[in-house]
């Protein structure tokens, strides 16, 4: 069970992310949607404990996370796995090493430094890259790959940290809809298959609607709606999008899915 | 279209559109103009034109080789093949320093502002001073020969490489190193799968290159007595060895070509031609 108390991250006089406080059990997937800037990022970054908090605290089962130091914090980052908008693979790497660069908080240093990987984490991510339908590239290098490919990639580096809990962050905001649908679909098997968290933050509407049993909505940083899908009425839409959701917003417009007659064509 | 435009009310509305850059520009362009004539008036430019047939009268005999069986070739290859040596000898001992000196000079490797300061002032003060100088202090330190311009060559690339190596650092792409930030990697762990792959291709583009103009660099060392071609160069302008003076001319250009055309080789292999 992962607690965030208050939690709060300030930059300069911005407020990032305010007094957010919200308990996410095992197993959950959740979507976190919001306006660009409303803190949807920070609060992931946050988690990951990329940045550290202002104020308030993380807690997960007892563990007061926000404490944490040194291997511990290395070994909590690995717990929570993190996707991001821009996929942040190493470009010049192949992608069978970037996938293995999801061991590297329990490796010994020496081993770190001589780039030696063993048999056993070769095919922990041969495996993980295969289950994303990526193993016939595991020798290409990252950036020679589309994003759709490059995001897949990072999702089986995410599953090589073998987490608890996995944070994306935009995940399809730069994909296009095919690429979306396969990228979502993942995260949904990994949450179901693997009974792993997800925490997602996402521009599109429908698509959280979609995939999320529950959705956060955040705005200026806050934390102003929490509920199943089916409670985002237009009234607490227009609170979590502010003024220019005032003429009611078209979910289409912001949406980057296909109608599955069209889906079922490009796949064939 | 000239119809109805009016132009005062348009200068009216924009006046910064109408008007020149000044007398600035001017006044700069006839400083620059009279401190370059000042200049030749001082230096006496004159001779130039004056001793120009000096300058035909070596050009004559450089291009005269008749006496080519005579020279002492074996000597001549020997000091070629030092000089070379000597560049890649001093380079490859300033890459080994400056690949950990480069990080350690990164602000996003090292972000105390103070640690940087004394680290970017170390690079400072190895390249401040030029080869030749560091030359002439070792050869009194260690006396004649290839191992003084060795050194000399080592310590100024350490300090110019150590430089681009930290700028190289810091301008790499963070969102990569915040990927593997994220998965729990270490220092270490970032430094050799964030880091070192995007900036290998600057440091090995850069040393190779550094090989090459150090090449050309070492041919001057001797004339202090640090080893190489130089020394074999000075010696046969004092005796107006002008044909020979040539020859050695040439030889340096076709080393350098070839170290041009083999890093250009060994760097399209390293690298890849793209990007």
Redesign the interface.
């Known amino acids: 069970m992962l607690q965030l108390v208050e939690l709060t991250r300030r930059f300069g006089e911005t407020c990032a992310v305010d007094r957010a406080s919200v308990t996410i059990a095992d197993g959950e997937m959740v979507g976190i949607i919001g306006r660009s800037g409303a803190g949807k990022s920070t609060l992931l970054r946050l988690i990951n404990r990329l940045i550290d908090p202002s104020e308030g605290r993380i807690e997960c089962d007892g563990i007061d996370v926000t404490a944490l130091r040194g291997k511990a914090l290395r070994a909590w980052r690995a717990r929570t796995a993190m996707i991001f908008q821009q996929f942040n693979l190493v470009n010049r790497l192949d992608v069978l090493t970037n996938v293995m660069c999801g061991r590297l908080f329990d490796m010994p240093a020496a081993r770190v430094l001589l780039k030696w990987f063993t048999p056993t984490e070769r095919a922990l991510a041969i495996r993980a890259l295969d289950r994303l339908g990526m193993a016939d590239v595991a020798m290409n290098r990252a950036d020679a790959l589309s994003g759709g490919q490059q995001q897949r990639v990072a999702i089986a580096r995410a599953l090589m940290q073998q987490p608890r809990i996995l944070l994306a962050d935009e995940p399809i905001a730069s994909l296009d809809p095919l690429n979306a649908k396969l990228v979502m679909d993942a995260l949904a098997d990994i949450n179901r298959r693997d009974g792993i968290t997800v925490l997602i933050n996402l521009h599109t509407l429908d698509t959280a609607r979609t995939y999320c049993q529950r959705i956060i909505g955040m705005s200026s940083g806050r934390i102003v709606f929490d509920g199943a899908p089916d409670a985002l009425t237009d009234p607490v839409l227009r609170e979590i999008y502010g003024q220019s959701a005032n003429e009611g917003l078209d979910e289409r417009l912001t949406s980057t899915s296909l109608p599955a007659s069209s889906l079922a064509t490009l796949a064939g | 279209m000239s119809g109805g435009l009016d132009i005062a009310a348009e200068r009216a509305r924009h006046p910064e559109a109408f008007r020149g850059k000044g007398w600035l520009g001017w006044l700069l362009f006839a400083g620059v103009f009279g401190y370059l004539f000042y200049l030749m008036w001082l230096f006496d430019f004159g001779r130039v034109f004056t001793s120009l047939a000096n300058v035909w009268v070596i050009v004559g005999l450089m291009l005269d080789w008749s006496g080519i069986a005579d020279w002492d070739h074996a000597e001549l290859w020997r000091s070629m093949l030092e000089t070379v040596a000597m560049a890649y000898l001093g380079t490859m001992l300033a890459v080994v320093l400056a690949v950990p000196l480069g990080f350690l000079g990164a602000s996003n490797v090292i972000p105390q502002r103070v640690f940087r300061f004394f680290t970017r002032r170390l690079f400072d003060g190895l390249r401040g001073l030029d080869q030749l100088i560091w030359a002439l202090v070792f050869v009194r330190a260690m006396g004649l020969g290839p191992i003084a311009g060795i050194l000399a060559i080592a310590v100024v690339e350490t300090g110019v490489l150590a430089k681009l190596f930290a700028e190289a650092v810091e301008n790499i792409?963070r969102?990569?190193v915040?990927?593997?930030?994220?998965?729990?990697?270490?220092l270490?762990?970032r430094l050799?799968?964030?880091m070192l792959?995007?900036v290998?291709?600057v440091m090995i583009s850069q040393a190779l290159y550094s090989i090459e103009s150090n090449a050309r660099e070492a041919t001057i060392l001797g004339l202090v007595g640090a080893g190489g071609i130089g020394l074999r160069l000075s010696e046969r302008i004092q005796i107006n060895a002008w044909d020979q003076v040539a020859y050695v001319i040439v030889l340096i250009l076709i080393s350098v070509a070839l170290i041009d055309t083999t890093s250009r080789y060994l760097r399209l292999r390293l690298i890849g031609a793209v990007n």
Not at chain 2, 178 to 186: L, M, Q, Y
């Open positions: 792409d969102g990569q915040e990927g593997i930030t994220a998965v729990g990697a270490g270490a762990g050799r799968f964030a792959p995007q290998l291709p």
